[in-house]
């Protein structure tokens, strides 16, 4: 492609540049046509001076209905309230621009979540002549992050716990999060067969995953320590954190009959011991 | 040989007692009565519960089990209970049931190396 | 296999307590419940048939298979015409059984299973209804 410098003349007569009415033409053009951003002017003190189509499909209002109306319209009573656009419009004014996601209001009172840019619009002397204010749609990109969010968190919560040999002998059970009922039982079923099956006699609980202490999971840690014990294994209660000790003292637990540590390595070294107490009476024999 | 009857046998200075899968109340009552005429009959020193084959844990059992290990403690004994299954140590653990003073072995074969090496003490196994 | 949807089994001897764990078993088995629920469901049919032969000396198990539209259930009815239960609510409180033959084992019947309703009238008997859902 050649480049050639031409004349601002040149360039108009090319077409390649556009008047000034032309160019407003266009830019009005590209106002109502775009359908993903509803763009909107507002005056000094926040009323609607001039809509878009994509504006009065996203908000409900037709031009007529919402020309001459503050804009606090599409805000919900708490916000108004609250003195939310009033904050909006000072941001702009000081600072150029305001950006924000939220929730806004539509003419039939249904909500959508909003991506929302308030541009202060000034004049070449720097007076203030309004606002213009460009507002997407984000309700399904909220929509999918909120099912993710919920999701992740419902894994999370909901996973299954790991259960790890470690060596010969020595089952490493990491916990992760809060310890419910619907868990517990899942974890006594699993640790117990696995410890059957293998002929583990120790179960290492690792508790640095566990964010809080409560009675209900206090409760639930001392019956799957009592169900192991009954199938012949033992426990070794580990990651005991100072706040978690704490709180255990504090809700009365007794944890007096259970070996435990703050450390997985040092708990790691009381399972081997344990092994060990097994393994000699067999040597004995021989 | 009826499957839900109780095995008793010696071995070593142990009594082995094996339940059957779902003994009726009767049975489980006949645990006492073997074990005592068996600890009477043989110089054992202890008693191995083998419960490998036992589905159910209810109330009684437990109560004859916890009763068992009492008679075997003042006869100077100890009882170690073998091989329960994981579904009856749940079971056990919610219905809230104490097995008395008994030590708990996976396997019969473990169980058998602890009432040796307790044996290997001169103090008594329940001090 | 045809699975019947409910049945019952008469608690008259003490042998009967077994007779009535072996068809719950059969039962909760046939409906689905895996292992551990399935014990959790024969025992406390176990604690409660005991409960019949020992307060009341004989009465009747009923069992019926449950649907609420979204999950299976299993459904035990244990009735007797015996002395009744003067305060349901404190042998629902006492302290986990400790296996001392005191006490009904209510509290441990209703932790093993999802729900339990017990009707009693002193001098006339006592119905005791538990049931379990199939996760």
């Not at chain 1, 000081?94 to 924000?100: A, H, I, Q």
């Not at chain 3, 608690?11 to 629920?37: H, M, S």
């Amino acid at each position: 492609m050649i480049s050639e410098v031409k004349t601002p003349a040149q360039k108009q007569a090319d077409g390649a540049t556009l008047s000034a009415e032309a160019s407003r033409e266009m830019l009005q053009l590209l106002v109502d046509t775009i359908r993903d951003y509803a763009i909107t002017i507002l005056d000094p003190r926040g009323y609607v001076t001039t809509w878009s189509p994509a504006a009065e499909r996203l908000k409900g209002y037709r031009a007529d209905e919402i020309v001459g109306r503050h804009f606090s319209a599409f805000y919900t009573p708490e916000e108004v309230a609250s003195g939310k656009c009033v904050r909006e419009l000072e941001v702009a004014t000081r600072e150029g621009r305001f950006e924000d996601e939220g929730w806004r209001v539509r003419k039939d009172a249904s909500c959508f979540w909003a991506s929302v840019v308030i541009t202060a619009l000034r004049d070449a002397q720097g007076n203030l002549r309004g606002f213009g204010k460009v507002t997407r749609d984000l309700t399904d990109r909220k929509n999918s992050e909120d099912r993710l969010r919920e999701q992740a968190k419902e894994i999370l919560e909901m996973a299954t716990v790991p259960i790890v040999q470690v060596c010969e002998g020595i089952m490493l059970v990491p916990l992760i999060g809060m310890l419910d009922s619907a868990r517990t039982q899942q974890l006594m079923e699993r640790l117990l067969l696995r410890l059957t099956e293998t002929a583990s006699p120790v179960a290492l609980l690792d508790i640095t995953g566990v964010p809080a202490i409560d009675t209900q999971t206090a409760q639930h840690l001392i019956e799957t320590i009592k169900a192991v014990r009954y199938v012949g294994a033992d426990v070794v209660l580990t990651g005991v954190r100072p706040a978690i000790a704490q709180t255990l003292v504090h809700l009365g637990i007794d944890l007096s009959n259970v070996a435990t540590r703050s450390s997985l390595t040092a708990g790691l070294r009381v399972a081997l011991s344990m092994l060990n107490l097994q393994i000699a009476p067999s040597n004995a024999h021989r | 040989m009826n499957p839900e009857t109780i095995s008793v046998v010696r071995v070593r200075d142990v009594l082995l007692v094996t339940m059957p899968a779902d003994p009726d109340d009767a049975t489980i009552s006949a645990l006492q009565e073997k074990t005592l005429d068996a600890m009477d009959q043989h110089t054992v020193k202890g008693l191995i519960l083998d419960l490998s084959k036992v589905e159910i844990v209810d109330s009684y059992f437990a109560r004859v089990v916890a009763e068992t290990a009492q008679m075997v403690a003042l006869m100077g004994g100890e009882t170690i209970i073998a091989g329960m299954q994981p579904s009856v140590a749940i079971t056990a653990t919610e219905l809230g049931v104490s097995l008395g003073r008994t030590r708990t072995a996976l396997t019969v074969d473990r169980a058998l190396d602890m009432a040796a090496s307790t044996q290997n003490h001169s103090k008594s196994p329940h001090s | 296999m045809s699975v019947r949807d409910h049945g019952e089994v008469k608690i008259q001897t003490e042998p009967d307590i077994a007779v009535a764990r072996r068809a719950v078993r059969d039962v909760a088995t046939k409906l689905g419940f895996g292992v551990t629920e399935t014990a959790r469901i024969v025992t406390a049919a176990s604690e409660l048939s005991r409960n019949v032969h020992k307060y009341a000396g004989r009465g009747v198990m009923q069992w019926r298979a449950l649907t609420n539209g979204q999950a299976n259930g299993l459904e035990l009815r244990f009735e007797d015409h015996g002395p009744g239960i003067p305060d349901v609510a404190e042998a629902l409180r006492e302290g986990h059984s400790t296996g001392g033959g005191l006490g009904m084992g209510l509290p441990g019947a209703k932790r093993l299973m999802d729900e339990m309703e017990i009707h009693s009238a002193v001098g006339q008997g006592t119905i005791v209804t538990v049931r379990k859902w199939r996760r």
